[in-house]
């Protein structure tokens, strides 16, 4: 009997112009089948980039093309504190997951902020999974409204204010909220 090993080479890179159209499937890809999904988080990222609140878009890239992909974009505190940033939305193509690009991705990402000064990182997303990055639960930090469980906190450098997060308009665009 044969043993095969798969074995996959990718990178993590910032997105380039022409990017877009792969990004945009595979982040569709990746939310089709997620109950907790309404099917918006392309237009999410397409609207962040429109804005230009999409301050780091990273890719996954094999040779076939884009098999992940993470945004960041402004977070907006309260308290008018400056360099925080929102995590999300963040994909890995289906039949890439389990395989460390998730990881790779988000670890890259706060290398990037945390080396260009960023003060922390948030998101709204599973704890079980985030939380091996250093996320937690337990901050000042906070969101209102049914995400608030599920909003998670990383502080890069010194403390982390009291006050509320909003996300860049792109979210509320995308929940038809405007």
Same mark, same amino acid.
């Given at each position: 009997m044969s043993h095969w090993?798969?074995?996959s080479h990718w990178t993590v890179r910032e997105e380039r112009p022409g990017d877009e159209a792969a990004i945009e499937a595979v982040v569709a890809t990746a939310f089709a089948n997620d109950s907790d999904s309404q099917g918006e $988080? /392309?237009?999410i990222v =397409? =609207?962040? %980039? =429109?804005?230009?609140d999409l301050v780091l878009s990273l890719v996954? $890239? $094999?040779d076939d093309g884009i098999v992940g992909h993470a945004a960041f974009s402004p977070a907006i505190l309260s308290t008018g504190a400056q360099g925080w940033f929102v995590l999300g939305p963040m994909s890995v193509a289906p039949w890439r997951q389990g395989q460390g690009?998730? %990881? =790779? #991705?988000v670890q890259a990402g706060i290398e990037h902020l945390s080396a260009a000064g960023a003060k922390g990182?948030? #998101?709204v &997303?599973? /704890?079980?999974?985030?939380? %091996?990055? &250093?996320f937690s639960q337990r901050w000042p930090l906070a969101?209102?409204?049914p995400l608030s469980p599920y909003f998670q906190v990383l502080s890069l450098a010194g403390e982390v204010p009291r006050a509320s997060v909003a996300f860049a308009p792109a979210f509320a665009r995308s929940a038809g909220d405007e």
């Open positions: 090993t798969v074995v $988080e /392309p237009q =397409a =609207a962040l %980039r =429109a804005d230009g996954a $890239e $094999e690009i998730g %990881r =790779a #991705l990182i948030v #998101l &997303g599973d /704890p079980g999974y985030h939380s %091996r990055f &250093g969101i209102i409204g």
